[in-house]
């Protein structure tokens, strides 16, 4: 039996193709400036969001579409995130298991 490879080797070998277009935006940025929690930056593993300068920086090129971001943010957030699916042809591959 093959062994495992760890989450880290498995997420490496993933293939993304991105847009120019984020599939992930905001309703209303100032949500996020007034969320105290920013349980998007939390719940994330591939770090698409990051904290900057005062405001919410998405990085949907990293994104693994996973939707906890999304869940996070309206349970325990503000509810200013948008979370759709990347257009057709866009979007991870996942390559391992």
Known sequence: MAAKLPISERLGVDAYTSDRESHLTLSDPAL??????KPCILVCPAKVYEWQ???????HENC???????IAC????????????????????FRHG
Request: charged residues 20%.
């Open 74 to 93: 309206h349970q325990l957030g503000n509810g200013a995130l948008v979370w759709e699916f990347p257009k057709a042809g866009f979007g991870v591959s």
């Open 64 to 70: 693994l579409e996973l939707g906890a971001c999304r």
């Open 53 to 59: 300068e005062g405001r919410l920086v998405i990085h």
């Open 32 to 37: 996020c400036v007034g969320c105290v929690r």
